[in-house]
């Protein structure tokens, strides 16, 4: 049975740091596809980072334009844990984030290609 479970989120104000975990279990985090999605209140759920699995893609990071290289995904697989790291943080960055994983190295910006999916935290920046 996989499980993600997201931690690390907060309020913070603009301009701040925070960074969030995605503990997994019953899936390798090294093999799998691994990705961190976003969604604000009235909003779609968009994807934030991507990070391919093992194979032709892995280690491959992938990031929304919104990003504009303020955030890190990263991965230790001794731990099965997977990290964002969100700096320079913006009251448009506001959102319920979300871990989530697919059986495939290959990762896809359309939240419908993940199977597993963590509960999700929350970000909160204020100005």
């Known amino acids: 049975q996989v499980q993600l479970v997201e931690s690390g989120g907060g309020s913070v104000q603009a301009g701040g740091s925070l960074r969030l975990s995605c503990a997994a279990s019953g899936l390798p985090v090294s093999l799998n596809c691994l990705a961190w999605f976003r969604q604000g209140a009235g909003k779609e759920r968009e994807a934030v980072a991507l990070?391919?699995?093992?194979?032709?893609?892995?280690?491959?990071?992938t990031y929304a334009d919104f990003v504009e290289g303020r955030f890190t995904i990263s991965r230790d697989n001794a731990k099965n844990i997977l990290y964002l790291q969100m700096n320079s943080l913006k009251p448009d960055d506001t959102a319920m984030y979300y871990c989530?994983?697919?059986?495939?190295?290959?990762?896809?910006?359309?939240?419908?290609?993940?199977?597993?999916w963590g509960q999700g935290t929350q970000v909160t920046v204020s100005s």
């Open positions: 990070l391919g699995g093992y194979g032709g893609t892995y280690g491959r990071t």
């Open positions: 989530a994983a697919r059986p495939s190295s290959w990762c896809t910006r359309s939240f419908v290609d993940y199977r597993y």
